[in-house]
Structure formats: C-alpha cells, structure tokens
C-alpha cells in the first residue's frame, strides 16, 4: 500500500463457506464485501465515526468507483486481514485504499481502491464533506 | 402442491453464476432468495399489494418460520418456475406454500412452505393483518 | 436447544454489510449461511472430519430438510454466537439442531433444525454414513 | 460503450430482493454478479463457447482486475440491460468492457472494464489464450 501520512488499519475476517464458488475460489464479488466489512468496522473502532452516526444524521457513503486487483485466489478456510487507508479526502469525496492478505500464505491476495462520496439519504443526491468529518478521518 | 381456495402463482427465474456454490449446485441459502423474488413479484402483479406499498404505509411482512426440502439439486444454467401460493391466512399472519420447478427437467427441485407475520416498522412488533388485505390475498 | 447425549459446540461470527437487506435487518437467507458456516468450523475444530477430507474422498452432506425459526432480528453491527449439535444419526443421515445467539442482546435470534445426508460427489447420490462417521460424530 | 470492431451484447436481468442493501439500493457488490451472469449468458449465446466447454477442458476463465464506475444506484424492482463487449484480445487474455442500462429510467447505471485471463483448472495457474479461443470471440 502507499505510505502518506494517513494512518492505515486493519480488520481480519475468516471466509464464510457461501463466499466460495464454482472454482472452490471466493467469488469475484465477495472481495468488495471484505473491504465495505472491513472499512465499516474500522470506521466506528478507529475514526469513532461509525456509518450508523452518518446515517442518522441523514448522510451515507457510497461507492462512486471501485479498482480491484486479484491478485491469488482465496479458498475455503482462509482467514484474511483487510487493511485500508485514506489515499486522498476532501470535500468532493475520498479514496480508500486497500490490501487483503492471507493470513494462512501471508501473500497478498487482492489490492486496490475504493472512491467514496457522500450523500444526503432523503435526495439521494451528493453533498459537501464538511471539515469536522475531513478532520476526523485525516488520523 | 396442495389444492385448496387460493390461486398458485408461478414466476421465472434464471441461476445467477453467484449462486452456485463448492459443490457446483446452487448453495441452500439461495432457494430461500429464489421464493421471497418470486412472491415479491406475484404480490405486485397479481395480489396488486406489492411489498413497497407495505412499506410506504409502514408495514412489512417478515418471515417467522421456514421450512424447505432441497429435493434435486439445482445447477449452473438452469431456469426455474417458482410457484406459490397461501395455504391460510388470518389476522396473525400467513403461511405460504412453495414450490421450485426444473425447467430442464421437469422435476421439483425443492418445495416446502414459509409463515410470515406482519411487523410495525417504526417499531419492529407485530402488527394484526386487517381485513382488506386478507380480503386482497383470499383469491 | 434439547440436551441429549451429544456434544453443543459454539462458534462466533460477525454480521457482515452486506447481509443486511432493505429492512435494516440480516436477511432471511443469511441465517443458513451462518449456520452452515458454523457448522463448518465445528467439524473441523470438534470432530476432527473437515468437509475437506469428505470432499478429498469423495464424499459431501448436502441439506436435505431445513427448519428455521426467526425470533428476533439482528442488525449491522451484532456479533453472534451460533451453536449446534447432533440430535440423531444413523446411516440414513444426520439431523443438527442449532440456534443463533445475539451476544449484545444474550437474546436467541433464530433456532431450528438441518437433515443432513451424504451424497457421493461423483454421481450425486446418497450414499450411507458408515460406523467410523458415525462414531466421530458421536461425541 | 467504445465502439471497436468486436460485437456488443446484452442480457436481460431483474434484480432480486436479496440484492438490495440497508440503503434500499442494490449493493454495490451485486453489479459485479450481473455483469458475470450477462458475460456467461453471451459467452453461451453468443460466442458458441459456454464457460461449461471451457471448464470440461481443463481451463476456467478468472477476473484478474475489475474497474467498475457506480452512476445511479438500482433500486427494488428495477430490470437492467446489461451490454458487455471485448476491448482487447491476444494470447494473455482479454479485456470486456460492459454498461448495466436501467429499463425503466433509460440511464446508465454503471459501467466499466473487467480484465480476465484464461488459468489451468488444475494447477490454477495462468494460460495462452490460443488462436481458436481468439477467434471465436473475435467476432
């Protein structure tokens, strides 16, 4: 992953046997839900900016654009550990950066990045990222 | 299926390559997904109660008890008619008769039945379901 | 659950993002997957037979019968305790009781029962548990 | 989509409620299965060449990188029209470009590029895209 000066965190996470799929690999798919479960967990453990408070508050991330690398297959067993970081945040959105590694292997099976932006619920429409949650999530 | 009062309805389906599993047969779980698309649809078009007009007035219905047999496994490529239909419903709620259609084959891949209850969703409680809509479901 | 002469085994999981459905709940269909990954780690973990060395030798348990039961719904965020244990075996099968406890809440979330049986991968048909299965599982 | 001189085709899906998120969208996920189910639908339909042969000859083909751009989320109900076409061909793989077009706004839901390279089922190791494989998608 790229070093800047944002902190990076990490969630660990074992393979549920329905993620496998006809290949006895993860699906394609399932990579994205690790990185949303890990960025969730990380985002109420270490931003104490959980996605519920943005919730009620009337705002949600959402995925804009998603680049994913797969890089070696993941197999049933597998437990991973997810880590991303905040490559660049302002008030137009972010980009989240991450790697899955196998714990089992310690290779990396999966990197990328992720573009959020934030939106008002009751719209659906965009909506400023304000300074305090720039503050809070340049740690 | 049983016969009794209540239409059976039957929808099409297609197996989406996500849902087949290590075995190369449609993991369990998604049988379950395969029923609740279908009455969603035949709750739209032919009880003209679709689930987001529930929803809109602040209900929902919610499974309270599943039971399926898995008869014949379901593989890649394969289309399907789910049929289903009300085996009794009164003020406490509903149970829901199913069946999975082969189209390949001709042959039940899985039948069996679900009881739904009406929930508050401000609240999450259960709510009595009304006159009108056991009228609207009784055809 | 009924206490009998077999074993209860726990196992913990964590909700992911993406088994919440519309209603801000775990859909229905997730519940299968948890237990089907419990079950899963537990026959590697207690019984000392990982799916993997049934696949190895040709053999799988594939669900035949499910019963589930929904108590109450769990949310984005909860962390639960999925138990299970035999309730009978013999060389037809096996049937698994299991219940799902929500740690925040130390309320049952969901219980109910799973018939297992094993099919040879090769030709997809039943096939019978013999007297060494039946003993490791008899713990 | 680019036009090149490769062909485009589409595949028609619905979207199922298990796809829908706590946002009452499709999850963000669920648009890599539909582009997967379109590409095998038309790898079947179209090109004369169903990921089944390939499988049955030893070979699969894998997602090595995924670019996947989020327009305007799917809700509830919707039905899509998903376009996939090749971009580049040669012997280390391929590059499908694809578009989920919403039937009932007319609009473009997402679009991208997903990468794949052809791998030994055996040894999960990549292979040449051979000269018969190039050309019967070069169509």
Redesign the interface.
């Known amino acids: 992953m790229e070093k800047n000066g944002y902190s990076i965190f990490e969630s660990e ?2 393979v ?3 993620d ?6 993860v ?4 990579y ?2 690790y990185v ?2 890990a960025r ?1 967990d990380q985002m ?1 453990q270490f931003y104490k900016m ?3 408070s943005f ?1 009620s508050s009337g705002f ?1 991330w ?9 890089k070696r ?1 993941l197999v ?2 597998d437990t991973i550990k997810v880590r991303t970081g905040i490559l660049t945040i302002n008030e137009k959105g972010c980009r989240v950066q991450f790697e899955i590694e196998n714990i089992r292997t310690k290779k990396i099976a999966s990197d990328g990045w992720f573009d959020y932006v934030l939106i008002d ?1 009751s719209t ?1 429409k965009g909506s400023k990222v304000n300074a305090e949650m720039i503050k809070a999530y340049s740690i």
């Open positions: 996470l074992k549920r046997p329905d496998i799929d006809m290949f006895n690999h699906h394609n798919s399932k994205f839900d949303l479960a969730y109420e959980p996605m519920e919730l949600g959402v995925v804009r654009t998603a680049h994913v690398d797969f297959a049933m067993g619920i659906g």
